[in-house]
């Protein structure tokens, strides 16, 4: 199947620094990636979505300051959580449609973020 | 009521049972269905994706899609004890639609 490669898979970090989380489309070109948020026992909460050369989509309730995402090439999008807090400790999931014409999302292995 | 409905489980079941795994649904505009493994800490992994009714093989995995009665399932025949995971039931419309809409997923344990 499709490899979408997140990276890294488990960032700690101080209260008000800001983590970048890279997601990558490793053979084949990802106009749109989506990044999701995942809180225990819950299912998938998309946050956002990612269109290379142009501004990403929110979704309703989610701060777009607060979560930067950047989708400056065809395989590589990234969300920065800015000035992270203790409440977005999560689980960050991107995703990427192959270009089959089918729309299937494929997803990577998800980036655990420890806010202290 | 929820656009998608997965009961969340736990369901455990001894090694080599069938496992059937649902999920229900109330948009009759979705036309694809996709089910989804998820390990713990890892992100989801696609299984078999369906378009509109009918069955889909692929080794031990059969997905099924009742669209009549709005209801889609996962059967997994010879169950092993790396089958234990979540399943998530994702669903979408057709077009140019591409976000689909999960259920909350149904934790599988597999015991030896």
């Known amino acids: 199947g499709a490899v979408v490669s997140q990276h890294p898979s488990r960032v700690i970090c101080k209260s008000g620094t800001s983590v970048k989380i890279e997601c990558r489309s490793l053979?084949?070109?990802?106009?749109?990636m989506f990044w999701y948020r995942q809180f225990p026992k819950q299912s998938l909460m998309l946050m956002a979505t990612?269109?290379?050369?142009?501004?990403?989509?929110?979704e309703q309730g989610v701060e777009k300051d607060k979560f930067l995402i950047n989708h400056a090439s065809l395989t590589l999008s990234t969300l920065t959580v800015t000035s992270a807090h203790p409440e977005d400790s999560s689980f960050y999931i991107c995703?990427?449609?192959?270009?089959?014409?089918?729309?299937?999302?494929?997803f990577g292995a998800g980036t655990r973020l420890s806010v202290l | 009521q929820k656009e998608v409905e997965q009961d969340p489980g736990p369901l455990s079941v001894p090694e080599g049972a069938i496992v059937s795994l649902n999920c229900t649904y109330s948009?009759?505009?979705?036309?694809?269905f996709m089910w989804y493994r998820q390990y713990s800490r890892k992100g989801p992994e696609l299984l078999m994706y369906t378009y509109s009714s009918g069955n889909k093989e692929d080794g031990r995995f059969t997905a099924q899609v009742d669209k009549s009665s709005k209801y889609i399932s996962l059967f997994i025949r010879d169950s092993q004890p790396s089958d234990s995971a979540t399943y998530l039931c994702?669903?979408?419309?057709?077009?140019?639609?591409?976000?689909?809409?999960f259920g909350r997923g149904t934790s599988l344990i597999v015991h030896p």
């Open positions: 995703s990427a449609i192959v270009p089959t014409g089918q729309n299937i999302q494929y």
């Open positions: 053979d084949f070109q990802a106009t749109t």
């Open positions: 990612s269109n290379e050369g142009s501004k990403a989509t929110y």
């Open positions: 994702a669903m979408r419309g057709g077009g140019g639609s591409y976000i689909p809409t």
């Open positions: 948009n009759s505009a979705f036309q694809y």
